[in-house]
């Protein structure tokens, strides 16, 4: 397997994951932007496609988790 297929592979294991965390949440979810409220099957629909607001559900996504296996998020002081 070359690169480009590891990196393919990759990116879908990550849209799967993200979706996966977007389904775990209420039905109700909505989030605002730009003034339109946007639902959890909008959201994922998003992600699927790969359209921008997609792309940056999903690097919202991973940087939580980066943040979460670093130790940031619930760090106690």
Known sequence: MDKSEEDKKLQEYIK???????????KDLE?????ENIT??????SVKEGNELGQEIIEMQLKFLRDIAEGKIYQSE
């Open 16 to 26: 799967e994951l993200v979706i996966a965390r977007i389904n775990a949440l209420s």
């Open 31 to 35: 989030i605002s932007v730009g003034g």
């Open 40 to 45: 959890r099957e909008q959201i994922v629909e």
